[in-house]
Each structure stands twice: as structure tokens, then as C-alpha cells.
């Protein structure tokens, strides 16, 4: 299929409470959102028979035979980063719309409350928020099969979470559950290092970058900016 080159513009869908805000040619408005709807509901039938993957915190090591696809890969990527499925939901779905428009067009950036799947022809730059201060901007490298970045603004588990958070992982689900990975390692002694070493270790995550408080580390080919 031929790819668009003609100057993208923006648009929103909605899959049920979330609300992908996306950055390509709105021609493919309505089928982004069939699209989207298409795989919602197969993470629905799959999480109706087998409930433990919408809740399990934990790994999963059984899967069905007759499991689609994209479930799957969700259950691979969350073992890979030691976490369970229910993580990985939000980055699925803005990877499988990313992945979609990607077929046609050549750059495309499909964003949902943190999560990014970008797909752009040169370097990109993202602004990563942070408590008590200006926001970190890091450069993304280009990848001809889309980059998937999960942002956090201290969403910990009561309340000991980031001050601010980025990963970039090659898919958007991988690095969701890594974020989640993040969040578990960081209320333990010595966490803030244990965080960095965690992210050097999840196969498929680039790097990212954790900030507590004053402290800002960066862990594997991740790069700060002006």
C-alpha cells in the first residue's frame, strides 16, 4: 500500500474510557476507531473467559491456544518486564492503532494519558513532566517500526511513586509494564538504583529516565536534551 505524504493532521477516538488523541491523516478517522474497537474487544472476550488476565499483578505463564494474537504479545511483554497483563491494557491498544495507520503512512504518533506510539522519519524530542520542576526533554530515535514510550507523573502505588518517568521500550505495551516494574522496585531500599538497573535488564526497553525528588537518572541509549 502506498504511503500518504500529505501534511498529517490530528484527531480523537474513543475506546471505551480511553481517549487516543492521534496525529495522522484524519481520512483514516473513522477506520482508526474500528480498528480500535475491533481489538478492545478481543482483549474483552479473552479477559470474560480468563479473568486473570485483566487482574493478574503477576506474570502469566498459561495462555489458550485459540488466544489472539495481540494477546499474546501483551502476555510476553508483561512476562518479559516481570509484571502482570493488567498493565500492559492502555499501551496494547495505542500500539495496535499505531500499527494500523503505520501500514499507510510513514509518520504517526498515537498518544493515550502517557502512552506514545511514534513512528516519525527523523529524531523525535518528548518532554517527560516531573513534580517541582521543568519538564526533562529526552531525544527519541526514529525506528521504521514505531517506538513505544510510557510516561508516568507520580502514579505510585500509595502515593511513592516517580516524581516523574519516561521509558522507551520497542513496543508501547513493553513499556507500560516496565513502568509498572518501576513503580514496584521503587519504594524498596536502594530502590532508585535497583529502578535503573531493572530497565537495563527487561529485554526490548531502550533506556529510560526516573526522577525522584532532586535525582535524575537515565538508564541505557536514552538522552537527555535542551
Known sequence: MKRLRRRPKSFDIQVQDLTLHITASDDYAEESRAAALGFWEQLQSYGLRF??????????TMVAADAPEIVKEMLGSAADAGVGPMFT???????????FLSESMSEVTVACDGDYFLLAKKRLRLGVKRHGGVPITVAIEPDPHGVGVSTTLGRGRGGEGPDGLAVIAQ???LADAAAAGVQAVLPKPGGFDLALRYL???RGVQGGVIVVGDRIGVAGAVEITE
Open 200 to 202: 537495563q535488564q527487561v
Open 171 to 173: 513496543t508501547c505495551m
Open 89 to 99: 491494557f492502555r499501551g496494547a491498544v495505542v500500539d495496535q492503532v499505531g500499527r
Open 51 to 60: 479473568p486473570e488476565f485483566r487482574q493478574s499483578k503477576r506474570p502469566l
